[in-house]
């Protein structure tokens, strides 16, 4: 709280020299940036210079002279600046922001994936690009356990929606030079002077059934009762005092010139009149981000993605990988990407921590050429599954053919009915009952050495390489 009573004539508009401030009106709120409009007559021999030297870093200031200091009202960097000349009178008319404003101008995409990051590093770290700027947190300082992205969205928009995560507000500080604003409300106890006569009441029952039914089931009606008063003491947003036996904060504040002083009206609301509805970043909705597999584990993955920042492996979120289908009990396709593999990351809703991982994106190129017949994508009309290991399923119009490490093993089976099994080394069938050779022709086995055909139980028939055929056996029944 500032002094009680601000005269027109102590009010300064710097760097301007006014003559007479015909309108003045400075605004400010939770959740928002601090706005001034101001409307005064200058000399003519400033009328083009005050346009001239107006640049987006000059520094507007409101303040009021007191005896041995001046006392600050408002501080930004200006937005509009124009002079208007009727009769030779030159009428200079400002607008001008808070130092807020400078977080709210890019926007900007990045992800914060460890789990294990507070609420307070993650502030730190997005505040790091503004130096000096000074800001008071008043949340908790607790791991934010889920995944956070930022897409598209300003810092000051990104800051809001954090606070909100705990239904606070962002609050300015407009009297300072530079940034200066609350994270979550400061509780800044004052005790006014005048007695407050000027006053309404009223409440919104919309806003507490929206508050109801969107993430504060704990809200009461008597949290948006607001009352609107008018004083010309100057008090600032997140300030409370006691009014009508009912401790009130300051949520809105409109300071103004009217009839020669500076006259102000402020909405005072409960304590949790000042909590937020939870915000959202609607503009994730459908988006699709790519990235690479940094790890895999069962059905989960580590992805670094391309918003900006590079996502360490060790400390990287577990996401869901989306498989093409799957049940409650295990069943389903399992096919998990390899590492390093380019990946989308999906999110479905408003809300990032339900994202997940698809589809993985195909960066092969593919070959011309004489090359072009071992090009697995040269034949649209050919499916396949293939490792990086080497092993390979292919789907084509003439059958199917599995091989395995550059075809050290293959089976193809042919459209026409053939079945043919080729092995580098050996090739081993086995079955625990009866295994069963049958062909309604010639069944044909070839060796280049030897034929061995035996039975654990005695029995077996060797085929040698010098044109001889041994029988042994326990019995051998011989009907020729």
């Given at each position: 709280m500032k002094e009680d009573f601000v005269a027109y004539d102590n009010l300064r508009v710097f760097p301007y020299e006014i003559t007479h401030i015909k309108d003045l009106k400075v605004e400010n709120g939770i959740n928002n940036h601090a706005i001034l409009k101001m409307t005064g007559i200058i000399d003519d021999e400033f009328k083009d210079s005050y346009i001239e030297r107006t640049i987006d870093t000059t520094e507007i200031t409101i303040y009021y002279e007191t005896e041995g200091e001046d006392i600050n009202i408002f501080k930004g960097v200006p937005t509009k600046i124009r002079v208007d000349v009727i009769e030779e009178v030159y009428t200079l008319s400002v607008e001008a922001i808070s130092y807020t404003y400078k977080m709210d101008l890019y926007k900007v995409k990045r992800d914060f994936q460890d789990t294990n990051m507070t609420t307070h590093e993650l502030i730190s770290e997005v505040m790091e690009t503004y130096r000096g700027a000074v800001y008071n947190i008043n949340i908790p300082d607790e791991p934010i356990g889920k995944y956070i992205l930022q897409y598209n969205e300003t810092d000051y928009e990104f800051l809001k929606r954090i606070a909100s995560f705990y239904h606070e507000p962002l609050i300015t500080a407009m009297d300072y030079e530079g940034i200066h604003f609350y994270i979550g409300n400061p509780n800044l106890k004052i005790k006014p002077k005048a007695i407050i006569t000027k006053y309404k009441i009223q409440k919104s029952i919309e806003e507490f059934y929206y508050a109801l039914k969107n993430d504060r089931e704990s809200s009461e009606e008597a949290d948006f009762i607001n009352y609107s008063i008018r004083t010309q003491e100057i008090y600032n947003v997140a300030e409370h005092f006691t009014f009508n036996n009912n401790e009130l904060y300051v949520k809105e504040a409109e300071y103004k010139v009217d009839e020669g002083k500076l006259e102000n009206i402020y909405t005072l609301v409960p304590f949790n009149g000042m909590k937020v509805n939870r915000i959202y970043n609607s503009k994730i909705i459908g988006v699709s981000i790519t990235g690479s597999i940094l790890q895999v584990q069962r059905d989960r993955v580590r992805v670094n993605l391309e918003v900006?920042?590079?996502?360490?492996?060790?400390?990287?979120?577990?996401?869901?990988?989306?498989?093409?289908?799957?049940?409650?009990?295990?069943?389903?396709?399992?096919?998990?990407?390899?590492?390093?593999?380019?990946?989308?990351?999906?999110?479905?809703?408003?809300?990032?921590?339900?994202?997940?991982?698809?589809?993985?994106?195909?960066?092969?190129?593919?070959?011309?050429?004489?090359?072009?017949?071992?090009?697995?994508?040269?034949?649209t009309d050919n499916k396949s599954l293939q490792t990086a290991a080497g092993q390979e399923v292919n789907f084509t119009p003439n059958g199917i053919n599995i091989s395995s490490t550059g075809s050290q093993a293959v089976v193809e089976l042919s459209k026409d009915g053939t079945v043919c099994i080729t092995g580098q080394k050996d090739v081993n069938l086995a079955c625990e009952q009866t295994l069963r050779l049958r062909a309604e022709e010639e069944i044909m086995i070839k060796a280049e050495e030897n034929i061995d055909i035996q039975c654990e139980t005695g029995g077996r028939i060797v085929m040698s390489s010098g044109d001889e055929i041994s029988i042994t056996g326990t019995r051998i029944a011989n009907n020729g």
């Amino acid at each position: 709280m500032k002094e009680d009573f601000v005269a027109y004539d102590n009010l300064r508009v710097f760097p301007y020299e006014i003559t007479h401030i015909k309108d003045l009106k400075v605004e400010n709120g939770i959740n928002n940036h601090a706005i001034l409009k101001m409307t005064g007559i200058i000399d003519d021999e400033f009328k083009d210079s005050y346009i001239e030297r107006t640049i987006d870093t000059t520094e507007i200031t409101i303040y009021y002279e007191t005896e041995g200091e001046d006392i600050n009202i408002f501080k930004g960097v200006p937005t509009k600046i124009r002079v208007d000349v009727i009769e030779e009178v030159y009428t200079l008319s400002v607008e001008a922001i808070s130092y807020t404003y400078k977080m709210d101008l890019y926007k900007v995409k990045r992800d914060f994936q460890d789990t294990n990051m507070t609420t307070h590093e993650l502030i730190s770290e997005v505040m790091e690009t503004y130096r000096g700027a000074v800001y008071n947190i008043n949340i908790p300082d607790e791991p934010i356990g889920k995944y956070i992205l930022q897409y598209n969205e300003t810092d000051y928009e990104f800051l809001k929606r954090i606070a909100s995560f705990y239904h606070e507000p962002l609050i300015t500080a407009m009297d300072y030079e530079g940034i200066h604003f609350y994270i979550g409300n400061p509780n800044l106890k004052i005790k006014p002077k005048a007695i407050i006569t000027k006053y309404k009441i009223q409440k919104s029952i919309e806003e507490f059934y929206y508050a109801l039914k969107n993430d504060r089931e704990s809200s009461e009606e008597a949290d948006f009762i607001n009352y609107s008063i008018r004083t010309q003491e100057i008090y600032n947003v997140a300030e409370h005092f006691t009014f009508n036996n009912n401790e009130l904060y300051v949520k809105e504040a409109e300071y103004k010139v009217d009839e020669g002083k500076l006259e102000n009206i402020y909405t005072l609301v409960p304590f949790n009149g000042m909590k937020v509805n939870r915000i959202y970043n609607s503009k994730i909705i459908g988006v699709s981000i790519t990235g690479s597999i940094l790890q895999v584990q069962r059905d989960r993955v580590r992805v670094n993605l391309e918003v900006g920042n590079k996502t360490e492996s060790k400390s990287a979120y577990w996401f869901p990988y989306a498989t093409v289908a799957a049940s409650p009990n295990g069943g389903g396709w399992y096919c998990m990407p390899e590492i390093g593999e380019r990946i989308r990351l999906q999110c479905p809703t408003k809300d990032e921590s339900k994202a997940f991982v698809i589809s993985s994106i195909d960066s092969y190129e593919g070959k011309s050429g004489e090359e072009a017949e071992n090009d697995r994508m040269s034949n649209t009309d050919n499916k396949s599954l293939q490792t990086a290991a080497g092993q390979e399923v292919n789907f084509t119009p003439n059958g199917i053919n599995i091989s395995s490490t550059g075809s050290q093993a293959v089976v193809e089976l042919s459209k026409d009915g053939t079945v043919c099994i080729t092995g580098q080394k050996d090739v081993n069938l086995a079955c625990e009952q009866t295994l069963r050779l049958r062909a309604e022709e010639e069944i044909m086995i070839k060796a280049e050495e030897n034929i061995d055909i035996q039975c654990e139980t005695g029995g077996r028939i060797v085929m040698s390489s010098g044109d001889e055929i041994s029988i042994t056996g326990t019995r051998i029944a011989n009907n020729g």
